[in-house]
């Protein structure tokens, strides 16, 4: 079982809950206080924490990059922003003020406040009401995302809590549920809309960030809904990232870490496309924008490249690289010796080569969850099992029967 998970430090110790397939660093002391170390430390051990995703984060941060895309409604005057299939609302008064530092600080918000939520196996309202309630200290903020500035930091914290509230998120979800009174599972839609965070909470005095710790809290929907998601590991260096020099990082961080979760074991891991990225990316130009004003290398494959490359430097990644349908890697353009080429056949692609492309990447000492996927195999063959067994024991009545 891997060592390498922990509390980010966020979060104060007594509030961070037990999970049992997600096992955190054991008692041994943790040094920088449970912070990420130092991305420029070569011999720095990458650490992750436990987070919750699911279909409303996807689309959050995935829409992080994009937010002077929203669309005013002549009607209710609110934002509104689709993105993974989820429909972003966000209130008048808030839409002047979201940028993209608040975005980057709103999903930081949201990443620490999951790892705080109870397990699926163990959602009580109790549980949930204790656990959609944050504090983070500031200090343990600005060390995690290398800010030195205090009032820098509790500016940031504050525009970011107050415009939690703004947002209304709206979607729906394929589920597999069981009816009433019957003993399988039935594929059904489920529409889901709440608002992510509590007004009673942010708006509390009119300041969230009192005595050096912000505070604000889930509202019970969005926690409810959150608990009962599933569990990924993510890697503290994301934090540092300055997402002023790249703004795609985080969310391209955010999707190739999901992949990994999804794909463990299997032979897509460590393996995706560029296509798959772009959706992960809503701020990059689409083919559309780039047909009308061209210059595809310093729109499109400079601004992606740059941002997975700045992984690598922050210590998200490992490698990366990128390859063809035919399995032959393209060079140029990427990160290499601390410094950007635009040589290579990477910079002469077209739009429908480069996003076709594959890409290998590998994140630094992701933990292993080879006993996740077994525990996940024996429940499978445990419910075939049970499956043919009712079915056998039904012939066998029938026949009787007759």
């Known amino acids: 079982m891997s060592e390498n998970y922990r509390n980010n430090g966020l979060l104060p110790e007594e509030a961070v809950f ?15 206080g449970g912070l990420p170390f130092s991305p420029t430390d070569d011999e720095a051990e990458a650490q992750y924490s436990n987070v919750l995703q699911g279909k409303p984060l996807h689309g959050l941060i995935a829409s992080s990059t994009a937010h ?10 609110e934002g509104t922003m689709q993105s993974e299939g989820v429909l972003i609302t966000i209130d008048e008064e808030a839409i002047q003020d979201i940028s993209a530092q608040t975005f980057k600080v709103l ?38 995302c290398r800010i030195k500035d205090a009032k820098a930091a509790r500016t940031q914290l504050n525009e970011a809590i107050k415009a939690l509230y703004a947002f209304s998120l709206e979607w729906d ?11 399988r599972k039935v594929k059904t839609t489920k529409h889901h809309r709440m608002r992510i965070s509590d007004h009673t909470i942010t708006q509390e005095e009119g300041n969230p960030v009192r005595r050096g710790v912000a505070e604000f809290s889930l509202s019970f929907d969005m926690a409810e809904y959150l608990s009962g998601s599933y569990i990924m590991p993510y890697p503290d260096a994301l934090l540092s ?25 299997t032979a ?14 809503k701020g990059i ?32 990644l490992s490698t990366y690289w990128y390859y063809d349908d035919s399995g032959e890697r393209i060079e140029g353009g990427y990160y290499k010796g601390g410094k950007y080429t635009e040589s290579g056949k990477l910079a002469l692609l077209s739009y429908t080569k480069f996003s076709a492309l594959h890409v290998h990447y590998e994140l630094k000492n992701y933990p292993d ?17 049970r499956r043919k067994a009712a079915k056998k024991k039904a012939e066998e009545n029938r026949d009787g029967a007759q």
């Open 285 to 316: 130009p689409r083919y559309s924008a780039l047909a009308q004003r061209g210059n595809i290398y310093d729109r499109l494959i400079y601004p992606f490249d740059r941002d997975l490359a700045a992984l690598v430097e922050a210590g998200v």
């Open 241 to 265: 990232i300055n997402t002023h020099y790249h703004p795609y990082s985080i969310p391209l961080g955010w999707k190739l870490c999901a992949l990994q979760n999804m794909n463990f074991g």
């Open 369 to 385: 969850q080879t006993p996740r996927i077994e525990a996940k195999s024996k429940r499978i063959k445990a419910a075939i099992s």
């Open 173 to 183: 979800e394929v589920v597999y549920e069981k009816p009433e009174g019957k003993s």
């Open 107 to 144: 999903i930081l918000l949201l990443t620490a406040a999951t790892i705080q939520l109870p397990r699926a196996n163990a959602i009580t309202a109790e549980a949930i009401n204790k656990g959609r309630k944050i504090q983070i200290p500031l200090a343990k903020y600005m060390e995690a």
């Open 68 to 77: 002077g895309n929203i669309q005013l409604n002549a009607v209710t005057h």
């Open 268 to 281: 897509r891991a460590n393996t995706t496309t560029v296509n798959t990225l772009l959706s992960a990316a």
């Open 18 to 32: 037990d999970r049992d397939t997600a096992p955190r660093r054991g008692s041994a002391p943790v040094e920088n």
